[in-house]
């Protein structure tokens, strides 16, 4: 058992009720969050910065009829928690009213969310900078210079209303990127991925991928902009379609802003839009996912399939927009799961006249967010595919294209792996194959 320094579900039920104690106000609700924080940084082969946070903050959360406001403190004696409660009281009454806020939830039933790690809570410093040293160790030995961040987090958190509510959960995270590049700076690798479990984390496998990468990406060549197949690693594969499920809001939807607006008034669900491979769910109760079990307001975070064969099935409510549209309220996907195929990257390869292999994008821009159209770069790894085999690495490409198009033109699809590399949410994504992505320039960054 780890030797816990965050705060256990007895002592946050006993802190929040002391602050509810003291509340005047019709409403009132208290966040805390009780996170142990570790990192450790590695640049020019050697480990750089490393350390270790606990930080205990509690937010109240106060409403008179329809104004409410917030404070936020770091200390829990009975003095602090009258003050911080005093203090959001005072703030509530100067505000406008807030014409979309429901008052505060009462109990509610919570799905089972198992995301807690005693591997990744009982993470030490120097576990932290062995595994470090199993990457710039390799990164030596083949003359290259790496860069790169550990990053892991144990804690709680928990909300606790003046209707009854109080719901707690712990949940642990890790993650680990890299960068290596060599010496004359004509070559990028990166490689990077994230765990609930530091057990599942295999640093010195991202490491050795890094490394080739590297090795291989030297002394890039132009090819011309254009409208290319594109193989895309996981990675990249996730930095596109994040950017649709980040825009699966209601409210957009039906006001006539997004691109689930529908034609003539309302939103798109039931209508297939894109290829029917695609299907995304998220679920806290699916163990590959290990998303949160409540939103900040208490709001249960339930199983939802929000693609299904191609057809949109359903948009994030909030409560507020939920009972204007008599609608339950979603809660939001905090981890997702898209499912894939069984085409793995070398068949993808295997099968192309004439292509690039993508490992990730970055700096990537909205320039309509009506249509989801963005913009950004190719980076660390891109290669060109002829006749079926990787024949060289090229120049970085900024490209200007929509996820929608994109998974309108799918080629083939793989087994979806867990990609991003810090704290966020879990989130699985499989390789794909399109056609049509449209590059527009060149760049000679690396």
Known sequence: ?????????AELREITQRALSFSQADFCRVNVSSVVDGNTRFARNQMSTSGDILSNTLTVTSAFGQKLASSSANRFDDESLAEVVRRSEELARLVPDDPEYLGELGPQDYPESDSFYESTADLTPDERARAVATVTEQALAEDLISAGFLPHRAGANCVATSEGLFVYGIDSRVGFSTTIRTPDGT?????????????????PELGAIAVQKAIQSREPRDVEPGRWTVIMEPTA?????NLMVNQLAARPADEGRSFFSAPGGGNKIGQQFIDERVTIHSDPEDPRIHSNAF????????????IEDGV??????DRYWAQENGREPTGFPSGWYMAGGNDT??????????????TRFWYIRSVDPRTLLF????????FLVENGQITHPVKNLRWNETPIFLLNNLEMIGQPVRVGSGLGSSVWVPPMKVRDFAFTSTSDAI
């Open 1 to 9: 058992m780890s030797d816990r320094r965050y705060l256990s579900e």
């Open 187 to 203: 070559g990028s690798g990166w490689a990077g991925s994230g765990a609930n479990d530091w057990a599942e984390l295999s640093v």
């Open 237 to 241: 594969a996730f930095n596109m379609v």
């Open 295 to 306: 939103n900040g307001e208490g709001l249960p975070n339930r199983r939802e399939v929000w």
């Open 312 to 317: 949109l099935r359903q948009l994030n409510y």
């Open 345 to 358: 990257l070398e068949e993808m390869i295997a099968s192309t006249e004439r292509g690039l292999l993508v």
């Open 375 to 382: 913009t950004g770069l190719t980076r660390d790894g891109t």
